[in-house]
């Protein structure tokens, strides 16, 4: 009877649990379970590891593991990911006595469709195997042939046929704008998982696999300072069956500078409705994350979640292209050769790590003279801006060279070029004899029209940013000269990038 009774129990949890796909309350760090599509689409090898125990209304628990994996693959021109390979293995285990596991691999493409926003597609093949394990349960009064009965003696029976497993296809589409630290601001996705409707059997009875189909979008609602709102919802379909997870996350920088990634606290605040409330914290660091949430009944009692606590890790490492090593050796070796020569170094009243001296003489008309310099301080960004000081001639044409981290067949200038061209603008309204001359240049990579069109955009949005920042449109004047005057002979990477560069010329009238 006892047998009949946990078999029964038994057979009623590996029915629920077949026709629901569960869901972690820290869904963002199991991406790869929410959206294949998510695999590699950053610019870190991810490794990440989740624990959870939830207690039930009988006297046993359920614990499950999640460990996954995910590398992007860079594209040499831009830096940013273009596709990424992902792999996942997953643990459920109730009562030692019914277990789920399952390891997938994914693959996903990432396209870039606007500024600091990707489309991403993936896809991905999921093999789930299915068992019981009765090896613990007695039947309370076993015969023993020449001894009697024993209440704890094994029954001797086989349940080697309590065993079930398939290979399911799934897919999934995600967009999302990202920052410039290159962390997600608004996204949205929806994933398709159990395409081809596996049939499985766990008993003797055949049963398919129902396609399980999860949507998923969050956005930033609020920020002031360093405080930033983001309502977020996950909603999973699967055999008739609807579970949301929705609720906000409140977000507090530790670092407030917006061009690095810095140290920030996530409040997790969220509800399962009919199940259960969430909270929970996350500590974010450049390169790991820790986080624990808490689950607690709520809507009335729910034998199936009496509570649950999840632990997670993620570790985090940068990945790189050849020239951006490169060009980190260099800005390294010029930093080096920078601080022997020991120059003075003449502070801004910004509060930034390099800062530049461009000395601009006024001129009369009737006499030259050195007399009254007048000084003008700029700020040159460090991580996307490599330029050089301005000549110091009366009389004579200054020229800037500036190097600005241009997106392949884009125009968008970054965070760090907008703040250069934010102080050129100061000092061009600090002194209105001043006019300005852009010049865009290309590497030799693509058609010669190409290359004039694109260097042309990119004169035209220096112009435009500083024609944003108050200044006459008629003291700028912009020119593409797309490859037709390179630096080098355009031979290697670190030649071409070179060539990438926008040339700022400041003439006195």
């Keep these: 009877m006892i047998r009949i009774v946990a078999f029964l129990l038994l057979f009623s949890i590996v029915e629920k649990a077949a026709a629901q796909y569960f869901q972690y309350s820290q869904y963002n760090f199991t991406g790869l379970r929410v959206n294949p599509a998510l695999a590699g689409n950053t610019n870190y090898a991810v490794a990440t590891f989740l624990h959870r125990t939830q207690n039930t209304g009988s006297d046993f628990n359920i614990q499950s593991d999640f460990l996954s994996g995910s590398y992007p693959l860079l594209n040499p021109s831009t830096g940013k990911p273009w596709s990424g390979f992902g792999i996942l293995l997953h643990s459920d285990r109730t009562a030692g006595v019914f277990q789920v596991q399952e390891a997938a691999l994914s693959y996903a493409v990432h396209l870039s469709v606007g500024h600091l926003q990707t489309l991403s597609f993936g896809t991905s093949v999921l093999f ?15 015969y023993v042939p020449d001894r009697g009965f024993d209440r704890f003696a094994f029954s001797g029976e086989n349940f080697s046929q309590f065993r079930g497993s398939h290979v399911t296809f799934n897919m999934g589409l995600q967009w999302q704008q990202l920052n410039r630290k290159g962390l997600p601001i608004h996204y949205i996705g929806i994933s398709i998982f159990d395409l081809n409707k596996p049939v499985s059997s766990f008993t003797d009875v055949q049963y398919q696999t129902p396609i399980t189909m999860v949507a998923n979008a969050g956005f930033k609602l609020y920020s002031v300072e360093n405080l930033s709102i983001f309502p977020e919802g996950l909603i999973t379909l699967s055999a008739g069956n609807v579970s949301a997870n929705i609720g906000a996350r409140v977000q507090w920088e530790l670092n407030g500078d917006p061009r690095t990634i810095g140290d920030r606290v996530d409040v997790i605040t969220k509800v399962v409705p009919g199940r259960s409330g969430i909270i929970g914290v996350q500590l974010h660091r450049e390169t790991i994350s820790v986080g624990a949430t808490y689950d607690f009944p709520v809507f009335g009692n729910n034998p199936s979640n009496q509570g649950a606590l999840e632990i997670g890790l993620q570790i985090r490492k940068p990945v790189k292209t050849r020239y951006q090593k490169m060009r980190e050796k260099r800005l390294e070796e010029i930093a080096k050769k920078k601080a022997a020569v020991k120059q003075p170094v003449v502070k801004s009243n910004i509060t930034v790590a390099d800062s530049i001296k461009a000395v601009v003489p006024p001129v009369d008309s009737t006499k030259q003279s050195t007399a009254g310099m007048d000084s003008i301080t700029q700020l040159t960004p460090k991580p996307a801006v490599n330029v050089g000081p301005f000549a110091q001639q009366p009389m004579v044409v200054e020229r800037k060279v500036l190097h600005f981290n241009f997106e392949f067949n884009s125009a968008d200038l970054d965070e760090e070029a907008e703040d250069f061209l934010k102080n050129l603008a100061r000092t061009l309204q600090q002194n209105e004899s001043l006019n300005l001359i852009i010049e865009g240049h290309t590497d030799n990579i693509g ?27 008629n003291r700028i004047k912009s020119e593409g000269k797309g490859m037709r005057e390179p630096l080098n002979e355009n031979l290697t990477d670190a030649q071409r990038a070179d060539n990438r560069r926008v040339v700022l010329t400041l003439v006195q009238e």
């Design 128 to 142: 789930q195997s299915r068992s019981v394990k009765l090896d613990g349960f007695t039947t309370g009064s076993q």
């Design 447 to 473: 058609s010669d029209k190409f290359n004039l069109r694109l260097s042309q955009r990119r004169a035209d949005a220096v112009k435009h940013e500083l024609i944003k920042a108050g200044i006459n449109p």
